[in-house]
């Protein structure tokens, strides 16, 4: 036994997912869905995983399996790191904490200027700042957030146009979508080359397969001898 039903009911993550899209009933997928992650990472032996911050929780329950696994049957596994950006964690466009594609609160990597524009212009902001000249309370705002991500040689000047009423959210909110339309753009530029180069794409997935079938198995093997199953 290497991880408890009452362990991965204490997942942080498996909360915030009840909460955020009103779960009324856990099954066993939403118990499961760590344990899948942590197959994922243990296969390849993975020592650091590229994670949002939302994602921490399932890494230190891929660590507690590997170090269960070590310690009954013998070294095998490393205890993974998770790794952190810079872009850890973005809030949603409507205010709640993270973005998610099931909430529908996303700004897309594929998503043009226009459609960065449109969702932006929807973004929740300080809702006590009404007209332009109001004063705002920039911590309340999920733009000024963004702003502090994809725009930070301008957070100062924000912040004070904001509290000031100098600044206006309309004016704002085209700068941030601005600026993350410029992040955005190499990814765009890259996804388009790749659409026209399909057979490239389907090459680099199958030598992926290719190597990743390898790893799997050999890890596989060692967990076999270990486990004296084989
Ligand atoms: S001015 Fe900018 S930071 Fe201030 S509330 Fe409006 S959108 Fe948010």
Do not use: W
Request: glycine share 6%; proline share 5%; aromatic share 4%.
């Amino acid at each position: 036994m290497l991880i408890t039903a009452n362990r991965l009911e204490r997942n942080p993550s498996l909360k915030d997912q009840i909460r955020d899209l009103n779960i009324q009933q856990t099954v066993y997928g939403h118990l499961g869905y760590p344990v899948l992650q942590a197959a994922d990472i243990l296969l390849y032996k993975g020592e650091a995983v590229p994670v949002g911050e939302d994602q921490v929780p399932h890494v230190e329950i891929t660590r507690e399996i590997a170090r269960k696994f070590n310690n009954q049957y013998g070294e095998v596994f490393p205890e993974p790191d998770p790794l952190l950006t810079v872009f850890a964690r973005l809030a949603g466009l409507d205010g709640v904490a993270k973005m998610s594609k099931s909430l529908g609160n996303t700004i897309l990597l594929s998503d043009d200027p226009e459609t960065v524009k449109q969702k932006i212009r929807k973004a929740v902001t300080d809702i006590q700042k009404l007209r332009k000249n109001d004063p705002g309370r920039p911590e309340v705002c999920v733009v000024f957030s963004y702003h502090k991500k994809f725009n930070p040689a301008e957070v100062e000047e924000i912040e004070t146009g904001c509290r000031s009423g100098a600044l206006g959210c309309v004016d704002c909110k085209l700068n941030c979508s601005a600026k993350i339309s410029t992040f955005l753009a190499p990814v765009l530029q890259k996804r388009s080359e790749l659409e026209n180069d399909l057979s490239l794409v389907l090459d680099v997935i199958s030598e992926g397969e290719r190597d990743a079938r390898i790893t799997a198995g050999a890890t596989m093997n060692e967990v076999r001898t270990n486990m004296k199953m084989g």
